[in-house]
């Protein structure tokens, strides 16, 4: 286990089998808004089972690295009570400010010389926004269309799908750019231009419509499937 004054603390839960007691006993010495990363072989579900089970609604669940041997998630602890239903609203919304957060640090850390420790952030930015967006796509989305009686291929999903066609390509191209020793601010504008306006979409129209249309115990069921996706 590690930890730094400016970063989570890490635990290391290696092979099988996993230790789930000690991951959550590590989240438990959590105040509200500090994390653990957990990094393990792969992606630790049953730890994630175990956290919905017995502590639902008391945490996040960021995916930052997926590779066949290798998998980073951070648990971050929230200011709520064991049992606290979850809405669509505010797990999303704090997913985006998490996300914005990874993005600027990586292009401060590109500012300050530290070009490794940029695309190591970058990296970590993709992968959650990429996760977002796939869970948005396969689950959000399909409840919205059903309970709103509009279909895929018209109205506010199709619209958000297609700009994040667009997302998914700026941030590809950004990748390479860094990767290639560029520092791609022009690129980087784009991005902040099409991401701000599709965010702003989501949390004030796309988001609260959906959890309207469901109810508490659905919103609750629709954010463990997406903490599980």
Sequence with gaps: M???????????????????????????????????????????RELLSRLQAERQGTFEWSLLEAQPSC???????????????REVTEALAWDHDRLDELEQQAFNLLAGGDRAAAQAAWSEFTVGLRRHIRFE???????????????????????????HREIERLIGAIG?????????????????RVLGEHNLK???????????ALDPEERDALVARIQAS
């Design 71 to 85: 998998c980073r998630v951070q648990l971050t602890r929230r200011a709520a009570n064991r049992g606290a239903r």
């Design 202 to 212: 989501e949390e004030r129209v796309l988001y609260p419509a959906t959890d309207h």
């Design 2 to 44: 590690t930890t730094s004054p400016s970063a989570p603390m890490v635990m290391d839960l290696g092979a099988e089998p996993m230790n789930c007691g000690a991951a959550l006993a590590a989240f438990d010495a959590l105040s509200a808004g500090q994390s653990v990363v957990i990094r393990a072989g792969r992606e630790p």
């Design 137 to 163: 796509e396969e689950l959000l989305f399909p409840a919205f269309e059903e309970r709103l009686g509009v279909t895929p291929a018209a109205g506010p999903t199709a619209v958000m799908c297609s700009e």
């Design 176 to 192: 390479q750019a860094l990767t290639g020793g560029e520092a791609p601010l022009l690129l980087r504008a784009a991005l902040h």
